[in-house]
């Protein structure tokens, strides 16, 4: 049996395989933080990635957004403190696993060409595309679980994601997170019944959806209908707070995790516009966590 993630030392952390930290996700009754981070910002201080801050913040697990899987770079980690003079290195994602001891993963995006869009296609790097030399380059670089989203205005599509899904699972081999926080750029619904089940279908160990109050015209009972079938199917839920409201006041993220948690999300997600509000991760980890396991998490020491 597994620890449960939110009580678990990062030497329990780091031998978990898939199946483990799914478990010990499912373990935490729905206390587990996961913090968005884009590792091409400067780090708000020299010498110290965004990454250990959240840690710090009360993150359980760690997301890195914008992260070029061709071109390894976390800038804060040494010889990449900024971005001119960074040198890229296979290593440095455990690397950074052994600075924050937690579970670490990597959005990649599904792009989809033929998407209807509703603004300006936003065009990224191959490395952070979802595809199969991608998924590959993810599991040689050691992370644990890849989440499958877009990024605003980059267009994707439920059937991108579907596809990418089937791609993690045949070449990733790790914990596969899958769905849109908003609708990315893109003109089509954020999620349906028949989305969610084709997600199932296609292999996703995790279901993404907007958290409680964060998308225009999604409703508690849509999302609480969405995490039932989920759980119904034998997979777990994440709610994500990705439109920007992640740096709002800290009542609204209290209200946000609360009704996330009445909902029954395994996981909630806060976004990367935090990054001078580290304080938000605090409040959201201690709203359903209570301080007990708040001050536990940022207290215990990596070399535990």
Known sequence: MSTRLISATASEISKMNKEELLTSIKASEGRVVLSENVVMHEPVEDGITISEMTKASGADMILLNTFDTLNPIILGMPDQENVQNAIPRDSVVKELKEYVGRPLGLNLEPVDLKAEMLETRLEIPKGRQANEETLKRAKELGFDFVCLTANPGVG??????THAIELAKKYFGGVIIAGKMHKAGGNEPIFTEQVVKDYIQAGADILLLPSVGTVWGIRKEDLKLAVDLAHDNGILAMSAIGTSQESSQPDIIKTMA???????????????????????????????????????????????
């Open 156 to 161: 994707t599509s439920n059937k991108a994601i």
């Open 258 to 304: 609360l009704e996330n948690k009445e909902i029954g999300f395994d996981i909630q997600h806060i976004g990367d516009a935090q990054r001078n509000r580290f304080e938000n991760i605090s409040e959201l980890k201690q709203a359903i966590s209570g301080y007990r396991h708040y001050i536990a998490g940022i207290s215990r020491s990596v070399k535990r």
